[in-house]
């Protein structure tokens, strides 16, 4: 297994220690909160680096490709639904960002199935940071920065949006006549 996709794995292992520290005390620990947003920005910046790392030593495999985003899934969709058990997210929110990721992998599963890869899209990699910096900004639910995290979470969800419709517009073809 190859640097990148080690750090993919490590971000995969992060998401328990993750969701444990930011649900532990009912979220109400500003300390766990601390541990939860280092966790996060950790696993975060292995996504960073797994790409870089993998694009400029040749080092892209299906593998990276297939659980790259995957994992960038997993860690945003566990922050969004521990921010939501919390009350710091509205559910419907969730729901569609979450059923989104659903409906990609569900793509990406068919594709595979067809021996295509579908790597992920710059409206994907753009949603993916505003998401990030979305949780990031909520964990650590500073009042300050209250107007900026209500910004990037809005900027997050319309991102989510495009890109689904981006991914479905480019990659039809993948459903409804086997091949892109």
Same mark, same amino acid.
């Given at each position: 297994? &190859?640097?990148? &996709?080690?750090?993919?794995?490590?971000?995969?292992?992060? +998401? !328990?220690?993750?969701?444990?520290? /930011?649900?532990?005390?009912?979220?109400?620990?500003? /300390?766990?909160?601390?541990? *939860?947003?280092?966790?996060?920005? =950790? *696993?975060?910046?292995?996504? $960073?680096?797994?790409?870089?790392?993998?694009?400029?030593? &040749?080092?892209?495999? &299906?593998?990276?490709?297939?659980?790259? !985003?995957?994992?960038?899934?997993?860690? =945003?969709?566990?922050?969004? #639904?521990? $921010?939501?058990?919390?009350?710091?997210?509205?559910?419907? /929110?969730?729901?569609? +960002? =979450?059923?989104?990721?659903? %409906? %990609?992998?569900?793509?990406? $599963? @068919?594709? *595979?199935?067809?021996?295509?890869? #579908?790597?992920?899209?710059?409206?994907?990699?753009?949603?993916?940071?505003?998401?990030?910096? *979305?949780?990031?900004?909520? %964990?650590?639910?500073?009042?300050?920065?209250?107007?900026?995290?209500?910004?990037?979470?809005? @900027?997050?969800?319309?991102?989510?949006?495009?890109?689904?419709?981006?991914? %479905?517009?480019?990659?039809?073809? @993948?459903?409804?006549?086997?091949? #892109?």
């Amino acid at each position: 297994m &190859n640097l990148p &996709n080690k750090l993919t794995t490590l971000r995969v292992i992060l +998401i !328990p220690f993750f969701v444990f520290f /930011m649900l532990a005390e009912g979220g109400a620990s500003r /300390m766990f909160r601390y541990v *939860a947003v280092t966790i996060f920005v =950790v *696993a975060s910046l292995t996504d $960073l680096l797994d790409g870089k790392i993998a694009r400029k030593y &040749n080092l892209v495999t &299906n593998f990276g490709k297939f659980m790259d !985003p995957l994992a960038d899934k997993l860690l =945003v969709c566990s922050a969004l #639904i521990c $921010l939501t058990e919390l009350g710091q997210l509205a559910a419907w /929110m969730t729901i569609i +960002i =979450v059923s989104r990721e659903f %409906i %990609i992998s569900g793509f990406r $599963l @068919v594709a *595979a199935e067809q021996g295509i890869v #579908i790597a992920a899209s710059y409206w994907g990699k753009f949603k993916t940071t505003f998401q990030m910096i *979305a949780v990031i900004l909520m %964990i650590i639910d500073v009042p300050l920065l209250s107007m900026a995290t209500f910004i990037c979470t809005w @900027v997050a969800l319309i991102l989510t949006v495009v890109s689904l419709i981006d991914y %479905i517009a480019k990659n039809h073809k @993948v459903l409804t006549e086997g091949a #892109i």
